[in-house]
C-alpha cells in the first residue's frame, strides 16, 4: 500500500478517536481546560501525530495508547465528582487577586500569575479601571470572575420597580457578506426589505456588510467589513518616531 494511502487511513482513524474522547469527556473538557485535561490534550495529541506519520510502527500501539490515555481523563473526571479533596488536586482551586480594588501580589505570584493578564482579563469582562473592582477571582480553568463596586454598578430596571419588554436573541441575517436566508424567511420577512434597511444606513452591497442581525424590537444592526473610524485608540505600548 502507498505510503500516502496508509497516512490517510491513519490521519482518518486518529481523527475519530480524538473525537470521540472528546465527546465522551463532555462539554466542559474543550470549554474549561483544566491542568488534567491539558496534559492529556497534549499526550493525546502528541501519540495522534506520531500515528500518523510514523509508519514503521503498528497503528494498534497507538490507538491503543490514545484510547488508555482517554480513559484516564474519563476516570480523573469521575473521582474528581465523587471526592472534592481529589479534585482540588485535579483541578486546583479558584484565587481572589484583587480584594476591594486592591492587587493582591502574593496570590498572583503563588498561581503564577501576571499584571498583563490580569489587566487583558478585565478588560475582557468589560472593566478598564481596577479601582472600580470590589473582587476578582482566578478560575482554575484560567477564566476571571469579577465583581464590580455596588457604586459603580449599573443601575437596572428591577432596582428602579421598572416593568421591562422581552428581550429575545437576535437573528442573524448576513455574515461575512452572504445572506442567511433560512433565517429571513423564519421572520417572515425578503431580501427587498434588507435592501431597504440597508440603504437607509447608506449601504449599497451586501457583500461590503461582515455582520447584521435583526433584534427582537425589530432593529437592523450593521457592522461594515471596512469601517471609517474618526480615532483609533492602540492599547499596545507602541513608541510612535513621529514628530
Known amino acids: 500500500m ?9 490521519a482518518l482513524g486518529a481523527f ?10 463532555g462539554k466542559s473538557q474543550v470549554k474549561q ?4 485535561d491539558f496534559i492529556n490534550a497534549v499526550v493525546v495529541g502528541s501519540i495522534a501525530s506520531e500515528l500518523v506519520i ?28 465523587k471526592y472534592r479533596p481529589a479534585r482540588k488536586i485535579l483541578e486546583g482551586e479558584p484565587a481572589i487577586v484583587i480584594h476591594n480594588g486592591k492587587i493582591l501580589e502574593d496570590n498572583m505570584k503563588k498561581i503564577l500569575y501576571n499584571l498583563d493578564n490580569l489587566t487583558m482579563q478585565l478588560r475582557e469582562q468589560g472593566v478598564f479601571d481596577i479601582g472600580e473592582v470590589e473582587f476578582a477571582v482566578a478560575e482554575p480553568d484560567g477564566s476571571l470572575s469579577v465583581l464590580p463596586k ?16 422581552y428581550q429575545g436573541i437576535a437573528s442573524e441575517l448576513i455574515m461575512d457578506g452572504k445572506i442567511i436566508e433560512q433565517n ?15 440603504e437607509k444606513q447608506s449601504i449599497k452591497k451586501v457583500s461590503d456588510v461582515k455582520y447584521a442581525t435583526l433584534n427582537t424590537d425589530g432593529s437592523l444592526y450593521v457592522d461594515v467589513k471596512h469601517d471609517k473610524l474618526d480615532h483609533h485608540t492602540d492599547p499596545t505600548d507602541k513608541i510612535s518616531n513621529k514628530k
Open 184 to 198: 429571513l424567511i423564519q421572520n417572515n420577512l425578503d431580501k427587498e426589505w434588507l435592501f431597504r434597511e440597508l
Open 16 to 25: 475519530v478517536i480524538v473525537l470521540l474522547i472528546t465527546r465522551m469527556l
Open 33 to 36: 481546560l483544566t491542568v488534567t
Open 2 to 10: 502507498s505510503p500516502y494511502i496508509q497516512i490517510l487511513f491513519r
Open 54 to 81: 510514523d509508519l514503521k510502527q503498528s497503528s494498534l500501539y497507538f490507538g491503543f495508547g490514545m484510547i488508555f490515555f482517554g480513559l484516564l481523563s474519563i476516570i480523573a473526571e469521575w473521582i474528581s465528582l
Open 150 to 165: 455596588s457604586s459603580t454598578r449599573p443601575v437596572t430596571p428591577s432596582d428602579l420597580n421598572l416593568s421591562t419588554n
